[in-house]
């Protein structure tokens, strides 16, 4: 059984469903919620979840606290769902190509350091794209920059704000992260 560790800063949406895909899978389980934020949402839905929850700082990321965690609890693959951090090069080199992370747009475009939640949303918006979607990718040592695994679209329409737009992206992503983790956990 392959072990998935999964960090996240905010809401948990995506995380909530991995879990819910996982939980009783003979491939893989998630194994770990990991978050740098105190407060955030995906912290109740580990709980409620019966999934342990490990919290970090962010110079627990940067000084290998993460990382020796992430090694002792055996994890074969780290996936990022709505993590707002920059993975240091050590754990990018200690994952090698074992981490992978989801983008609310079709990269390279709306992506890099700022590019996350809802300011991608309104960028996509306000530059009056008819066209915007999820990337899901390999996460190396740069924002948003890793080999591409898999993209799909949606319309952006007129009337949209960043909170409808974000509704329909969630839309696709929940549709679609928990199979392309269930692939690469095949794939391993
Ligand atoms: C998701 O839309 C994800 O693509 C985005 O944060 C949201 C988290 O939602 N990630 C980024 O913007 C990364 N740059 P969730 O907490 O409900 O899963």
């Not at 996982?22 to 770990?32: D, P």
């Not at 995906?42 to 992430?70: C, H, I």
């Not at 329909?168 to 956990?185: G, N, Q, T």
């Amino acid at each position: 059984m392959k072990r998935i560790a999964i960090l996240a800063s905010g809401s948990g949406t995506n995380a909530q469903r991995l879990m819910e895909h996982f939980a009783g899978n003979s491939i893989a389980k998630v194994v770990l919620i990991g978050s740098d934020q105190p407060t955030a949402g995906v912290l109740q839905r580990a709980w409620d979840m019966g999934v342990p929850s490990y919290l970090f700082n962010g110079p627990q990321l940067k000084d290998g606290t993460l990382l020796r965690e992430l090694q002792q609890q055996r994890i074969d693959l780290v996936v990022l769902a709505g993590f707002m951090r920059l993975i240091p090069a050590g754990m990018v080199q200690a994952f090698p190509q074992r981490i992978v992370n989801i983008h609310p747009a079709l990269l390279p475009k709306y992506g890099g350091k700022g590019m996350y939640g809802e300011h991608v949303h309104r960028a996509v918006i306000a530059a009056g794209e008819q066209e915007s979607g999820i990337t899901i990718h390999r996460v190396n040592e740069r924002y948003d920059e890793g080999e591409h695994l898999f993209q799909t679209t949606c319309p952006v329409l007129p009337e949209d704000t960043a909170e409808t737009l974000a509704q329909r992206i969630h839309a696709l992503e929940h549709a679609h992260y928990p199979r392309i983790v269930e692939a690469l956990m095949k794939a391993l």
